[in-house]
């Protein structure tokens, strides 16, 4: 199985299926499949984001394509409320085989894991019929920014965007998806900016948002314990920095992510 930065175990498994309440807000304003009917969504995972769009859009039919059967099992627990909406497949997208054509396609917080992911753009396009719907959104994690300045957290940040490149990821994937879809042939390419810029405007959002920063943060600790790139007193030091910022008066954090529209 390739490596993967926030893992599978079970806690980390729930964490996608919170994040997605958390951020969907924020993902989902632009993205419309609004008369597709078959949609491809590679690195599903557990099922979040596929959940999501099948209450958005309930003409929806879904397969959804991860590198590992632990996602694909969760998932299958996930959403079978969705019955036969749903098909599941275990393979690397890089490589894709499957036995359906689609006209609509949705990637989310995946393509940052793949190593080499231009070429996952390469082998869905034969599937895809003629003026397929794509939406992609991905990270974008040079664009982090916050107020006061700790160091714990600026060392951890550091070292879990490392790690994520040791991998073969790439953190700021997103900067780059017009590039690599042009590469790859699509058209009509689209990019739009979403995330945040919070500060004591709104007290609870930027409480909601730290909070969930620090879970994302530590979905990776152990791995980067073992690579010894943190220690448990690192660990500690950033959230301690996270809870820090969500009472500072002077508090800013920021975050874009990156998200892209296409067809064939």
Known sequence: MTAYLHGYIPKEQQRLMDQAGVLGSLIYPRVDFSGCKKLLEVGSGVGAQTEVLLRLFPDLEITCVDYSQSQIDRARQNLAFAGDRVKFVCQDARKLQV???????????????IPDAAQVLVAIKPYLLPETKLWFTEVFNSSFYFHPAF???????????????????????????????????????GLFH???????????????????????????????????????????????????????????????????????
């Open 151 to 189: 160091p714990g957290l600026t060392k951890y940040y550091k070292n879990y965007n490392d790690l994520q490149v040791s991998l073969g990821g790439n953190p700021d994937i997103g900067a780059n998806l017009g590039n690599l879809l042009r590469n790859a042939g699509y058209r009509e390419i």
């Open 99 to 113: 036995e359906e054509n689609y006209d609509s396609v949705f990637i989310c917080w995946a393509l940052e894991h």
């Open 194 to 264: 979403g995330g945040f810029h919070l500060d004591q405007r709104k007290p609870e959002e930027l409480k909601e948002i730290t909070q969930y920063w620090k879970e994302l943060m530590k979905s990776a600790a152990s791995g980067m314990i073992e690579a010894e790139l943190v220690t448990e007193e690192d660990v500690l030091a950033m959230e301690h920095d996270l809870d820090s910022i969500a009472l500072n008066d002077n508090a800013v954090f920021f975050y874009h992510f990156i998200q892209v529209s296409a067809t064939v």
